[in-house]
Nanobody, 126 residues
Framework: EVQLQASGGGLVQAGGSLRLSCAVSGVTRDSYIIGWFRQAPGKEREAVSCIRTSDGRIYYGESVKGRFSIVSDNAKTTEYLQMDSLKPEDTGVYYC???????????????????WGEGTQVTVSS
């Protein structure tokens, strides 16, 4: 059974940093896409960043480019989202999700994610 456990959220002032972690277990495929998505109050869930484990291809949403970095540990059991220069508009619940089908329905789209973890709250104060 595939399980994803996100952690690392919290309250931080604007300009600060947080690192989110997503512990992955139960994935038997050598290659998959894992990503981070977020949902702000009253808004639709959106893609933040995704990485494909086989070749390291990475996607970043326009609003986080240059500030966020997605990193995979060597054993591919934990994925990290390093968030720097945080802004109040980064506030939301952050979810990690995995696509076992190589992005068949989109490399970092909401559709096509096979498994979702529970979210972790990120709050950035101004």
């Amino acid at each position: 059974e595939v399980q994803l456990q996100a952690s690392g959220g919290g309250l931080v002032q604007a300009g600060g940093s947080l690192r989110l972690s997503c512990a992955v277990s139960g994935v038997t495929r050598d290659s998959y896409i894992i990503g981070w998505f977020r949902q702000a109050p009253g808004k639709e869930r959106e893609a933040v960043s995704c990485i494909r484990t086989s070749d390291g291809r990475i996607y970043y949403g326009e609003s986080v480019k240059g500030r966020f970095s997605i990193v995979s540990d060597n054993a591919k059991t934990t994925e990290y989202l390093q968030m720097d220069s945080l802004k109040p508009e980064d506030t939301g619940v952050y979810y990690c999700a995995v696509d076992l089908n190589q992005g068949l329905l989109g490399f970092c789209d909401l559709v096509g994610r096979d498994y979702w973890g529970e979210g972790t709250q990120v709050t950035v104060s101004s």
